[in-house]
């Protein structure tokens, strides 16, 4: 068993208590209108609020196939995708002993599932995965032979949630209290900068609702993407997360009306959103706060798309946002904040 990492990802269920801790610091009286709680099984909320990430460092792994294959660099130094492609299918023989499982194997051409899904459910997350990995490119201009990790992406696909945190304890360190609370989760497998980078992604079908299950995976797949695209640097949190949350939005524009709600009224009563703004990718994370996020990233995005790309790859070369978006867009955090207000205020809440 790997020993236990820190979970880097908060839940918050109770809407109320989340909106307190988002305007807290904020002047002025709040007029964020009442808003039930998510039911217990979050069916009703962004994935975002179930989701969990955690990473992977050199030498947890205690099992011969997580660690790199001997023969992972080609003769001229570059890395052999294909040895290591070879190597990670071999966790599954070791998964289905350790956990008692029959997960079978499909794969893609970025993807390996490792599932005991029924066919049908296997075949339509295969053809998700890949429509996801061609929608991002396209979304950020990002070339098809760009290699964003290395060897595949592990989906793993539990028919069960027991058998889903079965390999959370097992495999990727949660501990009780962690696993309940996870939805589903990415991990990336952090190595040194110079070494292959893998990541994998593991969600329950504990919920017969398809498009629910799409979001999911279209949540923690935008995740991995962005984890590992260009340098594997950690971006803020909200972008992270605002990022997640734009791409369930391009799979699934029916649920932009729903992502809106609670930046339509912080905007409205002018709350801060500094303390988003600041967060730091282990930060708590409240429940209005994937709202805000959301929409700062689709309002950078409408103010130029090559800007966005550029903003993010400065972050990801080290730069702090400050720099990063005066460089891309010629303005700073304060400046970001004020654009948003009236983004928000006046051609969102303008929507329906």
Request: aromatic share 10%.
């Amino acid at each position: 068993m790997t020993p236990r990492l820190p979970l880097l990802a908060a839940v918050c269920r109770a809407a109320l208590a989340a909106a307190a801790l988002l305007l807290a610091a904020a002047p002025g009286p709040a007029a964020v209108p009442a808003e039930p709680a998510p039911p217990a099984d979050n069916q009703d909320g962004p994935p975002s609020t179930r989701d969990e990430r955690i990473v992977l460092r050199p030498g947890q792994a205690d099992l011969d196939a997580w660690r790199l294959p001997a023969n992972y660099r080609k003769p001229d130094g570059s890395f052999d995708q294909a040895a290591i492609v070879a190597h990670e299918k071999e966790r599954l023989p070791v998964l289905n002993q350790r956990l008692g499982a029959r997960l079978r194997i499909a794969e893609t051409t970025h993807y390996l599932l490792f599932t005991d899904a029924d066919a049908p459910t296997a075949d339509k997350f295969a053809a998700w995965s890949e429509a996801l990995y061609a929608n991002l490119g396209r979304q950020f201009g990002i070339p098809a032979d760009e290699r964003i990790w290395d060897g595949k992406c592990i989906l793993m696909l539990f028919a069960t949630r027991a058998m889903f945190e079965s390999h959370a304890r097992a495999f990727d360190g949660f501990g009780a209290p962690g696993v309940r609370k996870a939805g589903a989760y990415f991990a990336w497998e952090a190595r040194p900068e110079g070494q292959p980078q893998l990541v994998h992604i593991c969600i329950p079908l504990d919920t017969r609702d398809e498009r629910r299950l799409q979001e999911l995976f279209a949540h923690e797949g935008t995740h991995a993407f962005f984890q590992l695209y260009k340098r594997p640097v950690d971006l803020p949190r909200w972008l992270h997360e605002g990022l997640a949350e734009y791409m369930t939005v391009v799979n699934d524009p029916a649920l932009r009306p729903r992502k809106l709600e609670w930046s339509r009224a912080i905007a409205r009563s002018r709350q801060s959103i500094r303390d988003v703004l600041a967060s730091a990718p282990d930060d708590t994370f409240a429940y209005p706060a994937y709202s805000v996020s959301y929409t700062l990233v689709d309002f950078l995005l409408a103010a130029g798309r090559d800007k966005f790309k550029k903003f993010v790859e400065r972050l990801k070369t080290g730069a702090d946002q400050d720099a990063a978006l005066r460089e891309a867009y010629g303005f700073d955090l304060a400046e970001l904040q004020r654009r948003w207000y009236l983004y928000v205020n006046e051609y969102v809440s303008a929507q329906r």
